[in-house]
């Protein structure tokens, strides 16, 4: 049995942000542009009806509002534990998740509903909205990263 284990990696209370802003607008374009073809429609109504009016309001809100939300629960104190330093080892089954504090949590390959990658990071997906976040970087040579490749695809039905 092979194992692989990660150089000592840390997320980006920035990146995370970033990410996470990312993924929302890639969830609700729909409902972005559902909102943004209203406000545009009660616009020229503006100062005629109070119904245009709360419409235009409310869109001009909407999304700073959701993006001032998401960057309260990233930089929050109660949410600090996901920019400690950790490590990664990797095994045919199981993922093990090591924090500076020697905190180890072992995860079953097969919990994972779905992987998602971008340029520098791994997403792997517990459920719809809870990831575990794991960079490119973090991986010592291309094999390690190419092993942790197929241990998730090869358990990850998509």
């Given at each position: 049995?092979r194992q692989?284990t990660?150089?000592?990696?840390?997320?980006?209370?920035?990146?995370y942000?970033?990410?996470?802003?990312?993924?929302?607008?890639?969830?609700?374009?729909?409902?972005?542009?559902?909102?943004?073809?209203?406000?545009?429609y009660?616009?020229?109504?503006?100062?005629?009806?109070?119904?245009?009016?709360?419409?235009v309001i409310?869109?001009?809100?909407?999304?700073?509002?959701?993006?001032?939300?998401?960057?309260?629960w990233?930089?929050?104190?109660?949410?600090?534990?996901?920019?400690?330093?950790?490590?990664?080892?990797?095994?045919?089954?199981?993922?093990?998740?090591?924090?500076?504090?020697?905190?180890?949590?072992?995860?079953?390959?097969?919990?994972?509903?779905?992987?998602?990658?971008?340029?520098?990071?791994?997403?792997?997906?517990?459920s719809?909205?809870?990831?575990?976040?794991i960079?490119?970087?973090?991986?010592?040579?291309d094999?390690?990263?190419?092993?942790?490749?197929?241990?998730?695809?090869?358990?990850?039905?998509?």
């Amino acid at each position: 049995m092979r194992q692989i284990t990660t150089h000592i990696y840390r997320l980006d209370k920035e990146r995370y942000f970033n990410l996470l802003v990312k993924l929302y607008f890639k969830k609700k374009w729909y409902l972005i542009v559902l909102i943004a073809a209203i406000v545009i429609y009660n616009i020229p109504k503006f100062s005629e009806d109070t119904f245009a009016r709360f419409f235009v309001i409310f869109g001009m809100l909407y999304i700073p509002l959701n993006i001032y939300r998401i960057y309260r629960w990233v930089y929050a104190k109660s949410n600090a534990n996901y920019f400690i330093e950790s490590t990664l080892t990797v095994d045919n089954s199981f993922l093990y998740f090591k924090d500076i504090a020697e905190y180890e949590t072992k995860i079953s390959v097969a919990t994972f509903v779905k992987m998602t990658q971008t340029e520098h990071e791994y997403l792997l997906y517990l459920s719809q909205n809870n990831f575990s976040y794991i960079p490119k970087s973090a991986f010592k040579t291309d094999e390690d990263r190419a092993y942790f490749e197929l241990v998730i695809k090869e358990n990850i039905t998509t």
